[in-house]
């Protein structure tokens, strides 16, 4: 047996499991254990690449750090709607090549180029078995490739800078990251129209609009409620307000409602508040996926969707007529109390099993668990939270 017939044997077993057993002769095991895990972990996140043969999978943490499918092709929706067909494109930083092969979709000279030479090779193999015959792969540093390409003019340049540092230690800082962006920044857009960057979702929203120029629009992208990247679009000459806009994409690919705003036009709007005697049960409150939470545009929020929040940092919405829209998670209110240890003992005693939800309190979501003794799990969440001006409350509510 050799090592491609194993892997075709073996695609669906636990890697675990076959690290420790035993192995045929001819078989290269690390190669092997690396595409099955490869493989599995691309089913639900790369599906369309794993429903490919000849796909070369990477180790681990590339595998980790690529943008999943679904992702991915929302910005190339964006894309499109940037460009006429034909446009060109260089990826400075494109890892797997995942984005590089969806942004791309439409362009017609496509330049790939990573600083690390396996991932390149491995990129320039998919290409192929994926049909992409138009993009021209190097592997230098992303300053060498703009020098390299300094009488070039691009429809788009795209990076993602490395967030992780030579000892594996998450980055979140733009002028940490490889490479610094902030210091290309201005090579590039005078070498494109667009510059899009991906950044880490722990990024404040405030200092990449500081720290970048000529940015359009910030995007916030979810997927399935978890916030995955911050994408800022730059456009060469650009001098306006950026564009903040955040969209939760569901698992199965379909986008939800984009919601956008101008930091500027958002600080404008009011921002209703309720007080705790407002908070009764039969209310609805709405918990915001992650990237709409993110975006900040908090009175937009309010304006769009005909709610108020609890308290201008718990970030916790609340109406007395139902919002279908909302973009997050629904509940009915079915009993609110003050945060008291006489009233929140009684409280979980009828509520013993919950699930248990802390924002804004001064109290984790565990603490609450031991010191009340309740069980995680059951058909109620009960929100730790403060509501407007002071008031420490605990709401239970019931999943719509």
Not at 207 to 225: D, F, K, P, T, Y
Not at 275 to 299: Q, T
Not at 339 to 360: C, G, I, M, P, W
């Amino acid at each position: 047996m050799n090592t491609a017939e194993y892997i075709r044997e073996h695609l669906r077993d636990d890697v675990r499991v076959l690290a420790l057993g035993t192995h045929p002769d001819g078989v290269d095991v690390r190669t092997a254990l690396v595409q099955i895990a490869g493989w599995q972990a691309a089913v639900s996140k790369l599906p369309e690449w794993a429903g490919t043969d000849g796909i070369i999978w990477p180790e681990h943490i590339p595998m980790e750090q690529c943008t999943g499918q679904h992702v991915a092709a929302y910005k190339s929706g964006i894309v499109d709607t940037l460009f006429e067909d034909g446009f060109s494109m260089a990826d400075l930083t494109g890892g797997m090549g995942v984005d590089c092969y969806y942004l791309s979709r439409k362009a017609g000279n496509v330049y790939y180029n990573d600083l690390n030479c396996s991932l390149a090779d491995l990129a320039r193999n998919n290409f192929r078995v994926l049909g992409r015959e138009n993009v021209s792969v190097s592997s230098v540093d992303a300053g060498a490739f703009l020098t390299e390409h300094a009488d070039e003019h691009f429809g788009l340049i795209y990076t993602d800078p490395a967030r992780r540092s030579s000892t594996g230690r998450k980055l979140v800082s733009l002028k940490d990251c490889m490479p610094d962006v902030t210091s290309l920044q201005h090579r590039m857009l005078d070498m494109a129209d667009v510059v899009m960057v991906k950044m880490s979702p722990m990024l404040d929203i405030s200092v990449a609009l500081r720290e970048l120029v000529s940015v359009s629009e910030i995007w916030v992208l979810s997927l399935a409620g978890e916030c995955k990247e911050l994408l800022a679009v730059m456009k060469s000459g650009y001098t306006g307000s950026a564009l903040v806009s955040a969209v939760n994409i569901a698992s199965d690919g379909t986008p939800g409602e984009v919601l956008r705003s101008t930091v500027e036009k958002d600080a404008s709007l009011p921002l209703p508040v309720i007080s705790y005697d407002s908070v009764c049960k039969g209310n609805f409150l709405y918990d915001p996926y992650a990237s709409y939470m993110k975006s900040g545009l908090y009175r937009t929020i309010c304006d769009r969707y005909g709610v108020s929040q609890l308290h201008p940092n718990s970030h916790l919405f609340i109406s007395d007529t139902y919002s279908a829209g909302f973009p997050g998670r629904h509940f009915e209110i079915q009993e609110v109390c003050r945060f008291d240890r006489h009233s929140a003992k009684e409280l979980f005693q009828e509520y013993s099993s919950a699930n248990v939800t802390v924002r804004n309190f001064p109290m984790t979501a565990d603490e609450i668990r031991t010191r009340f003794r309740v069980r995680d799990g059951g058909g109620h969440t009960v929100f730790a939270t403060v509501v407007n001006p002071s008031d420490k409350v605990l709401i239970v509510a019931k999943r719509i």
